[in-house]
């Protein structure tokens, strides 16, 4: 698939952003071993996300591949991961800024997702980060949805729950990780270091 410029531009922006979250991202210790997966949207058709398979804190460029919003990679004999169908359900939900996607695996959003089915934030300077730029007197809610390993019956879940409270700035799979987005690859970036350093603070308190 030939991309136009700005396109081609932009695909490569995020490219490199992603590359570096990954390396950010394993570096803190949140996506362990092959853990997590990273996309950006790059049109009203398609993405660009990480292959299956391989280590996120040490991505290479050939370590992508461009997929439509069906999940079907645009060059034979690649393969998309196994939770692409969690991407594409943000990109096709209609939902307002979502141009990028992040998973990620800590020890805190993996903890706290086995504990409880909801995550309550309060009176964090961080939350102001999150999409929708909540005050920190508002109280954000992370939903946690139970896990299930198929990916089109959790991803249906997730719709409808996210449909229902569009201001869900992310969401936890128990015992699995965060998702989170924003607007690019930088901003949900952003998101993602705001909320694992909120989730490592309210584990901290759970433990006291």
Same mark, same amino acid.
């Given at each position: 698939?030939?991309?136009?410029? %700005?396109?081609?531009?932009?695909?490569? +922006?995020?490219?490199?952003?992603?590359?570096?979250?990954?390396?950010?991202?394993?570096?803190?210790?949140?996506?362990?071993?092959?853990?997590?997966?990273?996309?950006?949207?790059?049109?009203?058709?398609?993405?660009?996300?990480?292959?299956?398979?391989?280590?996120?804190? /040490?991505?290479?460029?050939?370590?992508? &591949?461009?997929?439509?919003?069906?999940?079907?990679?645009?060059?034979?004999?690649?393969? +998309?991961?196994? /939770? +692409?169908?969690?991407?594409?359900? &943000?990109?096709?939900?209609?939902?307002?800024?979502?141009?990028?996607?992040?998973?990620?695996?800590?020890?805190?959003?993996?903890?706290?997702?086995?504990?409880?089915?909801?995550?309550?934030?309060?009176?964090?300077?961080?939350?102001?980060?999150?999409?929708?730029?909540?005050?920190?007197?508002?109280?954000?809610?992370?939903?946690?949805?139970?896990?299930?390993?198929?990916?089109?019956? &959790?991803?249906?879940?997730?719709?409808?729950?996210?449909?229902?409270?569009?201001? +869900?700035? %992310?969401?936890?799979?128990?015992?699995?990780?965060?998702?989170?987005?924003?607007?690019?690859?930088?901003?949900?970036?952003?998101?993602?270091? %705001?909320?694992?350093?909120?989730?490592?603070?309210? &584990?901290? /308190?759970?433990?006291?």
């Amino acid at each position: 698939m030939k991309h136009d410029p %700005a396109t081609a531009a932009a695909m490569a +922006t995020g490219i490199r952003a992603m590359i570096e979250a990954g390396r950010l991202f394993h570096q803190r210790g949140w996506v362990p071993a092959t853990g997590g997966n990273f996309s950006q949207r790059l049109d009203d058709q398609h993405m660009v996300i990480t292959a299956s398979g391989g280590h996120k804190g /040490e991505l290479t460029e050939d370590q992508f &591949l461009v997929a439509d919003l069906e999940g079907r990679p645009l060059e034979p004999g690649r393969r +998309t991961s196994y /939770e +692409t169908g969690l991407h594409l359900q &943000l990109y096709r939900s209609g939902l307002p800024g979502i141009g990028a996607v992040l998973h990620t695996h800590s020890i805190a959003n993996t903890v706290l997702s086995r504990r409880f089915d909801r995550i309550t934030l309060q009176g964090y300077e961080l939350q102001k980060v999150l999409p929708g730029r909540p005050d920190p007197s508002q109280t954000v809610h992370l939903p946690v949805f139970e896990n299930d390993q198929d990916i089109a019956r &959790l991803a249906a879940r997730v719709d409808r729950a996210l449909k229902a409270t569009p201001e +869900t700035p %992310a969401y936890l799979i128990a015992g699995h990780g965060l998702y989170a987005w924003g607007e690019s690859v930088a901003a949900a970036r952003h998101a993602v270091e %705001a909320l694992e350093f909120m989730l490592a603070c309210h &584990l901290e /308190e759970q433990t006291r």
